[in-house]
């Protein structure tokens, strides 16, 4: 019994690999067209969409074009493709914008671009048009099912964002002893908390701006000495008014102490 059913098996799927090749044989649109229907059906993505691509010119402007050019759009999201997939999917919301797949061929066209959004590190372009394009379908599709899952999408990428402008301010303070130069670091993270003022990162930006502070008043001309540990002292009280018990709190009463001392001898 087993081996009648290996037989029947491999029949089936030498009968689809056989209508696969005469459908890219073919001149008939519609055995082209059935044939991509049960390859898509069956999740042979990347043979639909070679198939596809040979007759997809002829299908503009037919009754059936709607869903196969959706089918055509998904299959290049399925297999990972998502630059086609995304041209695709906008093109699809554009000229079919009553369909029943509108909203979701716009919002996968977004997806696509949040899909292509690199590591936080590198340069940030997709993730901006990403954002872009969930804002525009957003606000075409405020009642849209797949709203949530654009928020959510939002979020995470606002925060790869937040995590970028934080460590590129993070990196000038670091840098910051090698060019004795702070100033880059304390607009940075000026910058930084001002851009996103609800940031998990707010406690580590006001401690570094403190600190990058700091380092200017101890290292600096005796000219612009009383004015730079009077700011230090100012950002310190930022960071204790945020948080009392931050993680920083030994760190920060050290600089704290040096900070008072030298203003003494000002006073004296």
Do not use: W
């Amino acid at each position: 019994m087993t081996k009648y059913i290996y037989i029947l098996f491999s029949l089936l799927v030498l009968t689809s690999c056989s209508q696969y090749q005469k459908a890219l044989k073919s001149d008939q649109v519609d055995f082209k067209n059935e044939v991509f229907t049960k390859l898509y059906e069956k999740g042979k993505y990347a043979k639909a969409i070679r198939l596809f691509e040979q007759y997809a010119t002829t299908m503009r402007g037919k009754p059936n074009a709607e869903q196969v050019f959706f089918m055509y759009s998904k299959a290049l999201y399925n297999t990972k493709q998502f630059y086609s997939a995304g041209y695709q999917f906008e093109s699809f919301a554009a000229n079919y914008p009553r369909s029943t797949h509108a909203a979701e061929a716009a919002f996968l066209g977004a997806e696509c671009y949040a899909k292509l959004s690199p590591i936080y590190s590198l340069d940030q372009v997709d993730t901006y048009k990403a954002l872009d394009k969930l804002q525009a379908f957003a606000d075409k599709y405020p009642n849209s099912e797949f709203l949530p899952k654009a928020n959510a999408i939002v979020k995470e990428l606002n925060e790869k964002l937040e995590l970028k402008a934080f460590e590129i301010a993070k990196q000038y303070y670091t840098t910051g002893e090698y060019f004795h130069n702070y100033n880059t670091a304390i607009k940075s993270f000026d910058n930084f908390i001002l851009d996103f003022p609800g940031t998990k990162f707010k406690e580590d930006a006001l401690f570094y701006k403190f600190s990058s502070s700091y380092q200017m008043a101890v290292l600096s001309v005796p000219a612009k000495k009383l004015e730079r540990l009077n700011e230090a002292k100012n950002l310190y009280n930022n960071l204790i008014k945020y948080k009392a018990d931050t993680k920083f709190l030994d760190q920060a009463n050290k600089m704290l102490e040096t900070v008072d001392r030298e203003l003494k001898q000002y006073t004296n």
